[in-house]
């Protein structure tokens, strides 16, 4: 199982940018995707979700990034995305992908956002 995030950088507030979360060596339509992100000296948070096509690939957000932030995913592809715009200060950090199959997580290893003038 491997999940490669690409897409974060610097960006001035209110910019976008998108995140991409590729996936090898599992079934990717068996995942619940997710993003996370963790800010220095804070706790990773959970940031937005997608689940399955049986669980109708229905979405959540957390109410910091709710109408800002967009995920999505491509099953053809093997890979979830996280649009997202109107950034802030606040929305700093290393954000990472995980799968969750069979009651198991399985993590990428981050990609770095900073949100900065």
């Known amino acids: 199982v491997q999940l490669v995030e690409s897409g974060g950088g610097l960006v001035q507030p209110g910019g976008s940018l998108r995140l991409s979360c590729a996936a090898s060596?599992?079934?990717?339509?068996?995942?619940?995707m997710s993003w996370s992100r963790q800010a220095p000296e804070k706790e990773r948070e959970l940031v937005a979700s997608?689940?399955?096509?049986?669980?109708?690939?229905?979405?959540n957000y957390a109410d910091s990034v709710k109408g800002r932030f967009t995920i999505s995913r491509d099953n053809a592809k093997k890979t979830v995305y996280l649009q997202m715009n109107s950034l802030k200060p606040e929305d700093t950090g290393v954000y990472f992908c995980?799968?969750?199959?069979?009651?198991?997580?399985?993590w990428g290893q981050g990609t770095q956002v900073t949100v900065s003038t």
């Open positions: 060596g599992f079934t990717f339509i068996s995942c619940a």
């Open positions: 995980k799968c969750r199959m069979w009651s198991n997580d399985y």
């Open positions: 997608i689940s399955t096509i049986i669980g109708g690939s229905s979405k």
